[in-house]
């Protein structure tokens, strides 16, 4: 079997989602990029059962490499935001908050300077059926920029340079959007300014980078 590290990696971060409150029964979907390959989640596969063996490999245009199921309904997705946004990674979820709020807002309101580390505003894509083509460029575009974004109706996305930054981006996007729906029901709540996201995004460019020597 190959990928098999990176196979165990994706079922590991699958089954995470799930105790982490991301994603109910088989939704979701996980993959990441090995050179011109990607190894992805299968399409209704339950991830408490869900071995290496299970996970998918597919080439960078999407044709079956390695696997006896059928890869998620979203790998159109996954392969745009490797082809034409540069991911390694990609985790996306039905998690709860991110997907109440979306039915609320066109962007995650910036009640946190933790959204600075998606890169500035988190958008909302508009919403398009699951599987479509449609969708892809709505994704596409919202991610444009950033490293995260919300789907109307549907759930989050993130992309990243690999698996385990990726899946902190979708529980740090949850936090945020619970944060703003908590205080939403009890009043209005208030937000940062754009200067100061956009300072903050300046000054996470760095955060967690070793001093320079001098």
């Not at 079956?64 to 082809?83: K, M, N």
């Not at 991911?87 to 009640?111: F, G, I, Q």
């Not at 959007?177 to 205080?183: E, G, I, L, P, S």
Request: glycine share 8%; net charge negative.
């Amino acid at each position: 079997m190959r990928f098999e590290e990176q196979r165990q990696a994706v079922v590991d971060f699958a089954r995470r989602m799930t105790g982490d409150g991301l994603v109910v029964g088989t939704s979701g979907n996980i993959s990441q990029r090995v050179g011109d390959h990607v190894v992805v989640t299968p399409s209704g596969t339950d991830y408490a059962t869900m071995t290496a063996e299970d996970i998918v490999v597919v080439d960078i245009e999407g044709s079956t490499v390695e696997g006896q199921l059928r890869p998620t309904v979203e790998l159109p997705i996954h392969l745009a935001c490797y082809r034409e946004l540069g991911a390694s990674a990609v985790v996306h979820t039905h998690s709860r908050a991110a997907t109440a709020l979306s039915l609320l807002r066109d962007e995650v309101p910036k009640v946190h300077y933790q959204i600075a580390m998606f890169g500035g505003s988190v958008r909302v894509a508009p919403y398009a059926t699951y599987g479509t083509s449609e969708l892809v460029a709505n994704v596409t575009a919202a991610l444009r920029d950033r490293t995260a974004c919300i789907m109307k109706h549907h759930g989050s996305i993130a992309i990243g340079e690999n698996l385990a930054k990726t899946y902190d981006r979708v529980r740090q996007l949850e936090w945020l959007c619970d944060v703003w729906m908590t205080a939403a029901a009890i009043g209005d709540p208030a937000v940062l300014p754009d200067a100061e996201i956009e300072h903050v995004t300046e000054k996470f460019a760095t955060y967690g980078q070793p001093r320079p020597r001098v």
